[in-house]
């Protein structure tokens, strides 16, 4: 089984070190991940976004908790998105390309040290 897996591997790295298309996915997918560990760093700050305890439960409620905040950050930036892009001058100046580039996964606006007021009495536009 153990050689198996080494030719396996062996075979990876000879497609990938041929490929220039794989090399590129791989890049593309790492960046996502990384994007994502500077994202949780952000929204996640405490301890430099480390979980600082052995608890299973406090570890447990941390991460689920991170999800939900995650999960809220791609949400809010795809309204913003949406509505940038309904924008009729934005129309003609991105190619598909572009708007296959795009993601909701940006930070820049969050303010993780400061002060967040939320408004319970209005919603976000969701249309």
């Given at each position: ?18 490929d220039r298309d794989l090399q590129r996915e791989i890049e593309e997918g790492l960046n996502v991940v990384e994007a ?69 996964l940006f930070w820049q606006h969050v303010r993780p040290y400061g002060e967040v007021r939320l408004d319970l009495n ?6």
């Amino acid at each position: 089984m153990l050689e198996i897996g080494r030719a396996q591997r062996t075979l990876f790295v000879a497609r990938y070190l041929r490929d220039r298309d794989l090399q590129r996915e791989i890049e593309e997918g790492l960046n996502v991940v990384e994007a994502w560990i500077r994202a949780n760093a952000v929204t996640c700050y405490g301890k430099s976004g480390e979980i600082s305890t052995n608890r299973r439960e406090e570890v447990e409620m941390t991460a689920l908790c991170l999800r939900i905040l995650q999960a809220a950050l791609v949400y809010v930036n795809t309204l913003m998105l949406q509505d940038v892009l309904a924008e009729p001058e934005w129309a003609g100046l991105l190619t598909p390309a572009d708007r296959r580039g795009l993601t909701p996964l940006f930070w820049q606006h969050v303010r993780p040290y400061g002060e967040v007021r939320l408004d319970l009495n209005t919603r976000l536009s969701i249309g």
